[in-house]
């Protein structure tokens, strides 16, 4: 056996060696011009751009067979710019024909290129005839049919322009390898590359190249991983009179909010808009984006429907969703209303720019939401944003333990906030209510309650200090907690200046309650506050300063006809005031005077004139205080009677 391996290697190295030889003495009389020539020409038919080389040409056949240009420059017919520049262009050759003297290129590899893709307003670009070309090239039965096996591009920079929609884009450190193994059918591309400071794993297959560079229907996935963003596309695309797309689309995220920082989208507030995925399939015509079947989850809420996205001009979001659990607490924790740790309204100016940003249209329905503190049931709610003002619409929704309906908008103006609210309480828990909503905790029952205003600032504090409009409210079979009125009137009619006590424990339960309020440039007056109870009746009027949550409110208290034992109830004039959240209540002290016996004829004798004058006068005639009758000065001066002895 060992004698026949020698025999047999005999022979193949001395085929070996024969071809090493004749790889040299192909070298040696290889002419490099017509070389040259040939690898220019095979260039220009594949790529469609002619070659321009303005630094060294090295030839090389044995060890490795290539031609490299050096400062290269690609462009094509009609443009006086390149539209790629290369540092160094390398062509590797196919071996056996270079031994029959044909030059073939098998695959090119650009060192450092420069890529320039300028979009012109009619969808065209610099590259278009380089598309064309190799798309007839490709194509099974052309003639002269040529291609490379795989183009590898190092170090490479893209710049893109687009100057009808103003975009400038720049890609960097590129590290790319396109390849198609099977000339007429499928086409490959994976690599790396630098953008906004991110890098960037991407790849993309078509099984059928030619259909696609022709705009023919054609197989297609596509991935992108990144740092802020991971998307993935499997699907077809054709691009006939415009791209068309439809597939099976899936985006991932840890933090939206820094994906869309990283693509240049404005994002508002600083709350939420973390953990993103969406998975959905869509159909893509131009820039218009069609999503069916869509389950979508952010922040930990997970909805399902459907969505449109274009980006004609401007950008415009169309959604129809339903979700089981919807928590919005993350994206009205910034929003704060007071000062932190105060009780006045927080002054932090409004950023209203992403209202500007794009254009809403949603509409959404969810079993539970949760907003803050809030928790409402079964929801329906649209919202729309358009040229920079809001709009929200709750169709229905199970809220406070009855029906909400109404409208909430913001309008931008500058700085300047237009706001305006319109909604309606229906069988709602009041204590919840009024506390969620006014910050009021001493009223419960349940009622109805509606409300219209409007207001214009540019901070809450400004949106309160400009507040316009009217609340009405209408409660039944409730209690308004820190006094219990029966119990202080009784007292106060056996003895009316023995004290109010604690004035400030209990509740005084009632059967209706209704209340008027207008407000005007931040004022609430009361127009009508009426309580009804048991045995109590309560009115009231005066204002309440929103920008200070100060009440300045007077009122009568009276015991019913029937608490009073069939007489005339007794009446008890009162004072509210103090800050909304913690006011003193206190009884006006003259009408406790004059309900005493001892004190009221006190009370009238200090009022009557000729009464006041008399005692005044017995308490100066004890005192001795009191004016003294003028004296004429009949005192002479020292230096005047010395005068007057002298004379």
Known sequence: MAQGMKRLGMPIA?????????????????????????????????????????????????????????????????????????????????????????????????????????????????WTPFVERIARTMKPGAENQVSFSEIRIQDGVLKYEDAANNVKEQLGDIDLSLAWPSISRSFAATGQFDWRGERVDGSISASDFVAMLSGDRSGLKARIVSAPLKLAFDGSVANRTSLMMEGTVTVDSLSLRNALRWMGQP?????????????????????????????????????????????????TLQATLAAGNLDFTPYISTVRLLASGARDWNRQLFDLTSLSATDLDMRLSAARVTVGPTRLGRTAFGANLRGGALAL?????????????????????????????????????????????????????????????????????????????????????????????????????????????????????????????????GIATVEDVRVDGPTTRLTLTGTASVPSREYDLKGVASL????????????????????????????????????????????????DRKTRDAVRSVIERFTGGGRQPAVPDTTVPANGSAGAKAN
């Open 393 to 521: 619409s709750i169709g229905e929704a199970q809220m406070y333990g009855g029906i909400a309906k109404g409208s909430f908008g913001i309008a931008r103006s500058d700085a300047i906030a237009d706001v305006k609210a319109q909604f309606q309480f229906t069988d709602v828990d009041l204590q919840a209510c009024a506390s969620e909503l006014f910050g009021i905790t001493k009223l419960s029952g349940r009622g109805n309650l509606g409300v219209s205003l409007t207001a214009s600032g540019s901070s809450p504090f400004g949106l309160a200090s400009s507040l316009d409009g009217t609340a009405t409210l209408m409660g039944h079979d409730g209690a308004i907690a820190g006094f219990n009125v029966e119990q202080l009137l009784k007292r106060l009619e056996r003895r009316p200046l023995s004290g109010g006590g604690n004035l400030r424990s209990g509740s005084t339960p009632y059967d209706n309650l209704n209340v008027s309020v207008r407000f005007n440039d």
């Open 267 to 315: 994002v508002p507030g600083s709350g939420g808009f973390g953990r993103f995925a969406l998975k959905a399939r869509a159909n893509v015509v131009g820039a218009s984006v069609a999503l069916t079947n869509v389950n979508v989850e952010l922040d930990g809420n997970v909805a399902e429907g459907v969505m449109t996205v274009a980006n004609n001009g401007r950008q």
């Open 14 to 126: 001395a085929l070996f060696g024969v071809a090493v030889l004749a790889l040299i003495g192909t070298s040696w009389f290889l002419n490099r011009d017509a070389l040259r020539q040939a690898v220019e020409a095979q260039i220009r038919d594949v790529t469609g751009l002619d070659l321009i080389v303005s630094g060294a040409i090295d030839v090389s056949v044995f060890p490795g067979s290539y031609v490299s240009f050096h400062n290269v420059g690609l462009k094509g017919g009609g443009t006086t710019d390149p539209a790629l520049q290369v540092d160094v262009l390398t062509a590797n050759l196919r071996l056996l024909p270079l031994l029959l003297r044909r030059f073939e290129i098998a695959d090119v590899m650009m060192l450092r290129p420069h890529i320039r893709v300028i979009r012109e307003t009619g969808g065209e670009s610099n």
């Open 560 to 607: 019913t006809a029937a608490a009073a034992g069939g007489d005339k109830g007794f009446e008890l004039p009162f004072v509210v005031q103090g800050p909304w959240d913690d006011p003193l209540v206190f009884p006006d002290p003259e009408s406790l005077i004059r309900r005493s016996p001892g004190a009221a004829p006190l009370l009238d004798a200090v009022k």
